[in-house]
């Protein structure tokens, strides 16, 4: 007997196939709406926003009311995605017993299926789970642990020298370890220890100053070519790491990755260069962490553009790229899909245990004084039931082909609107170049990321300014810009809250800034501009 049907199905099929254009839709979401939230403000309030921004926020996107924003709040990607009812659901069952919880040994067994079985084995036997997963209520406050009880154990350890740096780095990363220096007011007389990475996010760089150790980013050499044909510009120079380690290894206690790269706008790295990376690094005897924070992204990048993992699923790359880490921390409010969260884990026969092997009582002290015991980490048990959850979830095809989709598709409106993001879209976020957008228009522009950011918020919308005056820094006369060279605005896309239509407004407000470029107003720095971590604190006022 024919099947009537099956004309259709072939038709439909073909549909769901068809690549989107946007504003064209075959695919929908791989999930529904269970909750929604009405805003308490309206996009008409044009007026509202303006005095909130200049009298109670001194033009700084951190200091605006969120509950003025009725647009796309894209400050952050962190800690603001929408939970699945699985997570809500888990929560209810947390177990808030002191120390040892049963959140805690079900978030070990999800850490060692998540990211592969010689992470955090499940042994529920012993209360030594402390061994190698730290938890911590966010990513930076596993930074600061693990970077202050470094510094401690290296200070402790007697080892490190003052000299300048080895003559034999190439001269540009000689140079660059040199500004570092300077830049840092870094004492003539203490040891050098110098953190290389593909490129530090800002509270990572301000852990790591902050012990008076030199943030090191070595990007590769893509990462400044603006093309759709480098898939993987959040990669590490290795050649340069070769040399680092070659002339300095004494000095570099470790070796760091960010996964994916979020200040090289997003972009992913591959397992050929984390193979890389980690044979550089094992040559000169030096462990190997990752910033892992959104590693299920990062994943997902691999599957699409290396080959050899075309057919791979995402739990298999995953597993593929945490083979060759010593330790990572990681901020589960991104691929976590939790709202708060962070952990440290470190392998328990990985190269950075066998190098200090003191390291887990330094850190179990730390987080017992500071955070609780390590086994909730300042984190309420029902909040380790989500995060075990989300770990489930970030890990499915259809969740990240949805994630990354929309962003992209939101990158693509943007770049079509003539607006200069950098491209190929990043995982999380959509970073416009500011140099390439003011590019031919007159005038100081030396703070215009922070012009855009403000004058957005009126239109309803909120940005990040990750730029000059992010990274930038100055030192009482001058400023310093970032080197290598940073000069973005971002729109970071929280997980799971935004449908495109939200998205498309940003794009429709931006085109505005775009086409009326030359009459963006500059700003004057009114507070904070010889601060550390600046743009969190500074306070501005429009100069024209
Ligand atoms: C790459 C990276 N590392 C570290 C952090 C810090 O994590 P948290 O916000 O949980 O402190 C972030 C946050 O945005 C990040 O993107």
Not at 28 to 43: G, K, T
Not at 156 to 176: F, T, V
Not at 181 to 195: C, E, T
Not at 220 to 241: A, T
Request: hydrophobic share 35%.
């Amino acid at each position: 007997m024919s099947d009537s049907t099956a004309f259709f199905i072939k038709k439909f099929r073909e549909n769901t196939d068809t690549p989107e254009e946007p504003g064209q839709w075959y695919r929908p979401r791989p999930y529904r709406n269970a909750v929604v939230r009405f805003r308490d403000c309206s996009i008409y309030d044009f007026e509202e926003r303006r005095d909130i921004l200049i009298n109670e926020a001194g033009l700084n996107a951190f200091l605006f009311r969120a509950d003025k924003i009725p647009g796309c709040d894209l400050l952050s990607d962190s800690g603001t995605p929408t939970m699945t009812m699985d997570q809500w659901a888990a929560m209810m069952l947390g177990d808030e017993a002191y120390g040892s919880n049963e959140g805690y040994f079900e978030l070990r067994s999800q850490f060692a299926e998540t990211f592969g079985a010689g992470w955090c084995e499940k042994d529920n036997t012993s209360g030594g789970s402390s061994e190698s997963l730290f938890l911590f209520h966010q990513g930076r406050a596993a930074e600061n642990a693990f970077f202050s009880i470094l510094a401690r154990q290296l200070a402790a350890a007697g080892g490190g020298s003052s000299a300048p740096p080895s003559d034999g780095l190439m001269p540009e990363l000689k140079s660059r370890i040199e500004s570092k220096l300077n830049s840092n007011g870094h004492a003539d007389d203490l040891p050098l220890w110098i953190i290389p990475s593909n490129s530090h996010f800002d509270t990572t760089q301000g852990n790591i100053e902050d012990k008076r150790m030199i943030p090191l980013n070595l990007p590769c050499r893509e990462h400044l070519e603006n093309d759709e044909l480098y898939p993987f510009r959040g990669n590490m120079d290795v050649e340069e790491l070769d040399n680092l380690l070659e002339h300095e290894k004494d000095r570099v206690p470790l070796v760091y990755l960010t996964i994916t790269n979020n200040t090289g706008g997003g972009q992913p790295v591959s397992i050929s260069n984390i193979r890389e990376i980690r044979n550089v690094a094992r040559k000169h005897g030096v462990p190997f962490f990752f910033d892992a924070c959104r590693f299920a992204e990062n994943a997902w990048f691999i599957k699409k553009r290396e080959d050899e993992f075309w057919d791979s699923s995402i739990r298999q790359i995953v597993h593929e790229m945490f083979r060759y880490a010593d330790g990572f921390h990681i901020s589960l409010k991104k691929d976590g899909l939790v709202n708060m969260g962070g952990a440290l884990v470190i392998r328990r026969d990985g190269d950075f245990s066998k190098k200090f092997p003191h390291f887990k009582e330094g850190i179990t002290d730390h987080q017992i004084m500071a955070e609780g015991h390590p086994t909730y980490g300042g984190l309420p048990g029902r909040d380790l039931k989500a995060i075990a959850e989300g770990l489930r979830t970030v890990v499915r095809d259809e969740y990240l082909d949805a994630r990354i989709g929309q962003v992209v598709r939101f990158g693509t409106q943007l770049y079509e609107a003539g607006i200069p993001v950098i491209r190929p879209v990043g995982g999380h976020a959509v970073y416009i170049d500011l140099d390439r957008f003011f590019d031919g228009t007159a005038g100081d522009d030396e703070f215009k990321g922070i012009s855009i950011t403000a004058l957005l918020l009126i239109a309803g919308h909120r940005v990040c300014e990750l730029g000059l005056y992010a990274f930038g820094s100055f030192d009482g006369e001058k400023e310093i810009p970032p080197e290598p060279r940073v000069n973005c605005v971002r729109a970071a896309v929280p997980r799971l809250a935004y449908e495109d239509q939200d998205l498309f407004s940003v794009v429709e407000a931006m085109k505005v800034l775009a086409d009326n470029r030359d009459r963006i107003p500059a700003v004057n720095v009114e507070y904070g501009r010889d601060l550390r971590l600046r743009h969190f604190k500074s306070r501005f006022s429009f100069s024209g």
